[in-house]
């Protein structure tokens, strides 16, 4: 399965993104600055029947946040297929290999 990190996709665009790519049977994860509301936004997906999307909190402006992000992939997915990134001037890039 493809997998997809969509970043601040609590709501908006970003959470249209995110159930779209989810609903083509993509592997999601819904990052945000807040923790409770990129919660909020996965347990809202999951209501309406999006069962392939989590949540994993992201800072795009905190290296540690990318940090860990980047370790959370590599553990649990070994690498992105796709990266929508919420505004092009804070975008991340990373590479996994």
């Not at 590599?74 to 975008?91: G, N, Q, W, Y």
């Amino acid at each position: 399965m493809r997998c997809a990190v969509v970043t601040g996709a609590n709501k908006g665009i970003g959470f249209e993104i995110c159930r779209q790519l989810a609903l083509n049977k993509i592997q999601v994860i819904l990052t945000a600055r807040n923790e409770s509301r990129g919660i909020e936004a996965v347990k809202k997906l999951n209501a309406s029947g999006v069962q392939n999307a989590i949540f994993h909190q992201l800072d795009v402006k905190d290296p540690t946040s990318i940090s860990h992000l980047v370790k959370f992939i590599e553990t649990h997915f070994k690498k992105i297929d796709i990266l929508v990134p919420r505004r092009f001037k804070t975008c991340i890039y990373f590479v996994i290999n």
